[in-house]
């Protein structure tokens, strides 16, 4: 793509006046909670260093402590030019920083904000002194069970399928300068029946230019060759447009879009520019794809077919570096890797993952499920950190044409009565129905694995081990297992009380997690096999059991990579192949039982 930066931490929207702050870090623990008494974003104590965007529970960051602690403080130096304040502002983003976070500027309180996962800004231009400034952060994290965690623990040791935690911050830290009146953001919606794509802009700039003189400009292309272009009057600080593409062949213009699936990931450069009166205010760089999904009876439509998800879970962890990927190249590895698996998509599990892993399944054409990161206890404070980490999350990654499904839960965490509680069954609906006013489009599963309440797909966890055993199971029972009358797994029903299944799309959305005897620290789903042919076996037969299932829509395989002490991934904890990809390429791809119509 044209807009494409290497390292740049938000791929969809790039302005080339910007800076990395990763790197060393002044840093420091602050156990007896003393820091903001004794003002330590003016006087920072100690000579300890971290390496930023590690947390300092791993080897990467410098420091690999485990241990929690609850209140981590860093600092560092950045330069700000004052003749450019004159004319710009001067913009500070956090990627990700867990989980409460409070930024000084030269001393002064800069803006806080709640929530792990989703990424945040501060305009500091007021705060800011010609030459040298000084950065101040602090982050408090805990084990408190109501606050959305994901895969980290909450208890001292590790546990089950729950690992070390993440504290503060654990993704890129960035700055740029933007124009005084410049163009905060952009939702794009494509519309491929009418050849199309929505657009709303939002707009920073002074009332008084709100008059119609103030222009904002798109250009689309493709392939070098513009197809699309308009010009819409800046009149309010939100506002709507609709961008129409055509492609030239010969002599004639004729209305068509080119999509985007995995099999031609197609994408369409895109410009904006902010102008008035002829003068260039701002520009930025981004893309998009024209692709539909959508609903039709049982199964899932991708622009108008049937589409058979073969996903993966990916749980986005590395031995070194834990949540935080070390470096752009190792997330490309990773889609590589699974491509070459066979598999077309992820399920990324209790995790948001870094933006240019998102732009890298845009250009591979992998798809991805978008997973909230848990909380584990439901109280009203729950509901509210929750809900509002979310709406972050789904207006942030909107534009993303890799992802196609939204899940809110998993497995009733810190939902844990939604089969008969009213309460817990309102928060659901109340999330799905949030999640819908933002995105309508996009398939929304509620409580994925079990206990389904509202829900745009009706999905299955079952780690049964015996491919035949696992058949028989949802073709003899499946009625009854898709109604709640009987559980499928785990004394678990497929549907919360109250609910009925209505006849959506059916996925086995967690099934496999075969694991290598011989390592007795970790563990997988099922006895452990011996050898790889033993693997094969049985990862065929339970594979080929779900492909074969009449009515079921796709599966997703447990899991990418080994993580921690849950060694049941097709990678390693490096990363690295343990089966010969191939093998588990030829099953993936093979057309065998119900997936045949989908080809």
């Not at 024209?290 to 039709?296: A, F, G, N, T, V």
């Amino acid at each position: 793509m044209k807009c494409y930066r290497k390292d740049y931490p938000r791929p969809q929207f790039v302005r080339d006046n910007w800076e990395n702050l990763n790197g060393i870090w002044d840093f420091c623990f602050d156990d007896k909670n003393l820091g903001e008494k004794e003002r330590w974003y003016e006087s920072f104590p100690g000579d300890r260093k971290i390496r930023v965007p590690f947390t300092y529970e791993t080897k990467a960051s410098g420091i690999c402590d485990p241990a929690m602690h609850k209140r981590v403080w860093y600092r560092r130096a950045f330069q700000a030019d004052a003749l450019r304040l004159e004319k710009e502002r001067f913009v500070l983003h956090f990627e990700g920083c867990d989980f409460e976070t409070k930024v000084w500027v030269n001393g002064r309180l800069a803006g806080c904000h709640r929530g792990g996962y989703a990424r945040f800004s501060f305009d500091i231009t007021e705060l800011l002194q010609e030459g040298e400034n000084q950065l101040t952060v602090k982050a408090e994290d805990s084990f408190d069970m109501r606050q959305p965690r994901g895969k980290q623990r909450w208890i001292a040791n590790s546990f089950g399928c729950w690992y070390v935690q993440t504290t503060g911050i654990w993704k890129t830290v960035w700055t740029e300068y933007v124009p005084k009146t410049h163009l905060a953001g952009v939702k794009m919606t494509p519309n491929v029946e009418k050849s199309c794509l929505e657009l709303e802009y939002c707009i920073e700039a002074p009332e008084a230019w709100l008059d119609g003189e103030l222009m904002i400009e798109a250009e689309a292309s493709f392939q070098g060759m513009r197809v699309g272009r308009i010009i819409t009057a800046v009149m309010g600080k939100t506002i709507r447009a609709t961008l129409d593409l055509f492609v030239k062949k010969q002599d004639c213009l004729e209305w068509t879009v080119q999509t985007w699936s995995p099999e031609a990931p197609n994408l369409y450069d895109l410009v904006f520019r902010l102008i008035r009166k002829g003068e260039l205010l701002d520009q930025a760089g981004s893309y998009f794809a024209m692709r539909e999904i959508r609903i039709d009876g049982p199964n899932v439509l991708l622009n108008g077919k049937p589409l058979y998800q073969r996903l993966i879970l990916d749980q986005g962890y590395w031995k070194s570096s834990h949540l935080t990927p070390p470096s752009e190249e190792a997330l490309l590895e990773d889609i590589e890797k699974i491509q070459a698996l066979g598999y077309n998509g992820v399920r990324k599990h209790q995790k948001i993952e870094d933006e240019r892993f998102l732009y890298w399944c845009d250009v591979k054409g992998l798809l991805v499920w978008s997973e909230a990161p848990a909380a584990y206890q439901f109280s009203d404070y729950a509901v509210e950190e929750f809900t509002r980490e979310w709406m972050e999350i789904v207006r942030q990654n909107y534009n993303h044409p890799c992802i196609i499904t939204w899940t809110p839960f998993n497995e009733s965490w810190g939902i844990s009565m939604v089969k008969t509680d009213r309460m817990e069954q309102h928060f659901t609906e109340a999330v799905y129905h949030l999640t819908k006013s933002m995105d309508p489009f996009r398939p929304v599963i509620v409580n994925d694995g079990w206990e389904h309440t509202v829900s745009d797909l009706i999905t299955l966890h079952d780690y049964e081990e015996e491919g035949e055993t696992l058949k028989a199971r949802y073709s003899e029972f499946k009625k009854e297992i898709l109604d709640g009358q009987i559980y499928h797994c785990s004394h678990k029903s497929a549907m919360a009380n109250g609910y009925p299944y209505a006849g959506q799309p059916v996925i086995l959305s967690e099934f496999g997690g075969i694991a290598f005897d011989g390592n007795d620290s970790g563990w997988g789903y099922g006895n452990k096999v011996d050898s790889e042919e033993a693997f094969i076996r049985r990862f065929d037969a339970v594979t080929t059991a779900v492909k074969e299932l009449p009515y079921v829509c796709g599966y997703c395989y447990t899991q990418v990579s080994d993580v921690q002490q849950e060694i049941n991934g097709l990678l390693d904890e490096e990363h690295q192949f343990k089966i010969d990809p191939e093998k588990i390429r030829e099953i993936n791809e093979r057309k065998v039982g119900y997936w045949r119509s989908f080809m």
